[in-house]
């Protein structure tokens, strides 16, 4: 089963997909990450991203399907971050036809404006590990110096609009596609961690069952 994960930046993403990494067993592709170690060894992928803006919709492809192909990844993936656009969408639904597996699901974590602006200006970065963390929700462990976080210039104020703007201008028109092949659901992300796991697993479980009837 593969699964895309939407949401605003800020939603809570990263942490339920981990959890139910934890839970189901799948793989976690969080195509953030993965551009951000691209954007150590090239300069013109780290402008644009510390601007706020979408890597191109080629070179964004091109980039995952290789590494996917280098790791053998094809299903039992959870996706955050990618598609995040029709033609990204197109392009790997396509793709994963030719390895025999498709989308099976989509999940929108919802939450509005002010929410994603005020959880992000507590986002943090380990330049050590590349790992984010939240000092509100996602709390470092404690063999973490909280004092040797940073903050990305993605996750400032004007970068956040901007990236918000390109979300809703682009993904909402991609999830509209999406719902012509599978079953998209939306989730209220402004709630507890755990009540939003509790949700997902039950979507999860019943689309799991809906694919083996």
Sequence with gaps: MNIILFGPQGSGKGTQARLLCDKFGFSYFESGAYLRKL???????????NSGKLVPDEEFTSYLT???????????????????TLEQYKFLKVWLNQKQVKINLA?????????????LGARRLDPKTGKIYNLVTDLPPSDVDINT???RDD????????????????????????????NVFRVNGERSIEDIHNDLVGIVEEAKKYEQI
């Design 107 to 119: 999940i929108v974590l919802e939450i509005n404006e002010e929410e994603t602006l005020k959880r």
């Design 155 to 182: 996750d400032k104020p004007e970068a956040i609009k901007k990236r918000l703007a390109l979300y809703h201008e682009r993904t909402e028109t991609l999830i509209e596609g999406i719902k012509k092949d599978t």
């Design 66 to 84: 290789a590494y996917l192909d280098q790791e053998n990844l094809y299903d039992d993936i959870i996706f955050d971050g990618f598609p995040r």
């Design 39 to 49: 954007a150590d060894t090239h300069e013109e992928m780290k402008l644009i991203m």
């Design 149 to 151: 976080l940073v903050q």
